[in-house]
């Protein structure tokens, strides 16, 4: 993947041209990482999030998503910051929603009650997961 990147593009997910005042062509592989769930403030907005994420990828493009379930803040430092509680049938469908084809899901630290314990302290998510997903 790292001789095929061309750029790393930063973007606000909260705008309807979340690039802007830049504009791109479609991609071909977009990635995020804890930004939907922090983002967004209700369930509404984290569909129409990736609704236009899926309006940047070409047909067949990949979108390559991690992200939180379950928690309502994480922290950076001492700052404290808000997050929408999100299942993972919830961002499944969220993604069948916009169009998307699941390729892949693995749940990270899912279950293990020690790295859990240990991590409540900056966040209170029950566990990461990586999903990989195709555009129809």
């Known amino acids: 993947m790292r001789e095929k990147m061309k750029d790393v593009v930063f973007g606000d997910v909260l705008q309807e041209n979340p690039m802007s005042p830049k504009s791109f062509g479609e991609f ?16 509404k907005s984290y569909q129409s999030c990736v609704n236009m994420l899926a309006s940047l990828l070409k047909p067949g493009g990949t979108i390559i998503q991690w992200g939180r379930l ?19 049938a919830f961002v499944t469908s969220a993604f069948e ?38 555009k129809k």
């Open 28 to 43: 071909d592989t977009i990635m995020t990482a804890s930004v939907l769930e922090s983002a967004c403030s209700d369930q």
């Open 70 to 88: 379950g928690g309502s803040f994480y922290k950076v430092g001492n700052k404290k910051f808000y997050a929408i509680d999100v299942s993972e």
């Open 97 to 134: 929603n916009a169009g998307f084809e699941i390729k892949e899901k693995v749940k990270v630290n899912d279950g293990d009650k020690a790295v859990l314990n240990e991590s409540k302290k900056l966040a209170d998510a029950n566990c990461r997961m990586l999903l990989i997903a195709k």
